[in-house]
């Protein structure tokens, strides 16, 4: 697991020095790049499993699932059976896994950015505290969320940035429209400068 944009030059160098046990790729990125790591590592003769970890860091039981699949998963799946990730095998070809995972991304990444981009233009225009207000009328639940999330994704920012990216890039390549994700991973970028900010504010709160 690494930054989404090193996965590709990760599994190159590790398939440079012949690895060949098994490669489980577990990162955020598009199931067409997925496709594309597993040939590489399997041109070194090792096995691939593609991988895709859904959830909060999973330190107590039943908040964090890994669902994997390839001719290996099960082997991958047995590593984890006494702790408190729940391995998951799916059935499908590689591509699979990131296939879930990008789903999971866009339905709460993706309309996180939305939300935040809703919010940075209604507060330029000067209505902010008003659609804040409409919203607990209107839409509760996304009251309640929405600063909450975004919170809790501005320190994190910076990780989504390729993340965005490798969904616009899957949405390409199922001859979708990319540039909602594109849009996406622009905000985040933006979001990441506030990462100190962010910080020195959760201090502030202890």
């Known amino acids: 697991m690494c930054p989404p944009d090193t996965a590709s ?3 190159e160098d590790v398939a440079h020095f012949g690895f060949d046990g098994i490669y489980a790729d577990v990162n955020a990125i598009s199931p067409a790049r997925v496709r594309t790591i597993a040939k590489t590592i399997e041109s070194a003769g090792a096995k691939f499993v593609d991988g895709a970890i859904i959830g909060i860091p999973p330190w107590e039981p039943g908040t964090t699932r890994l669902y994997l699949c390839g001719s290996a998963a099960q082997e991958v799946a047995e590593n984890f059976t006494r702790n408190s990730l729940d391995a998951i095998v799916m059935q499908g ?3 699979s896994a990131s296939t879930l995972k990008w789903s999971m991304r866009h339905t709460l990444k993706g309309t996180t950015a939305l939300v935040s ?3 940075a233009v209604a507060e330029r225009e000067g209505v902010r505290d008003t659609l804040a207000q409409e919203w607990s009328l209107s839409q509760p639940e996304l009251a309640k ?3 909450d999330r975004i919170r809790a994704n501005t320190s994190k920012a910076w990780r989504f940035v390729g993340e965005m990216e490798e ?3 899957t949405f390409a390549d199922a001859s ?3 540039e909602f994700h594109a849009a996406a ?3 985040y970028r933006r979001l990441a400068c506030f990462k100190e900010a962010m910080t020195h504010y959760r201090h502030s709160m202890m």
Do not use: N, T
Request: aromatic share 0%; hydrophobic share 65%; proline share 5%.
């Open 185 to 187: 991973s622009e905000v």
């Open 176 to 178: 979708l429209p990319r």
């Open 93 to 95: 070809a590689v591509g």
């Open 145 to 147: 969320s929405a600063a």
């Open 167 to 169: 969904i616009a890039a």
């Open 117 to 119: 981009a809703i919010l």
């Open 9 to 11: 030059k990760l599994a």
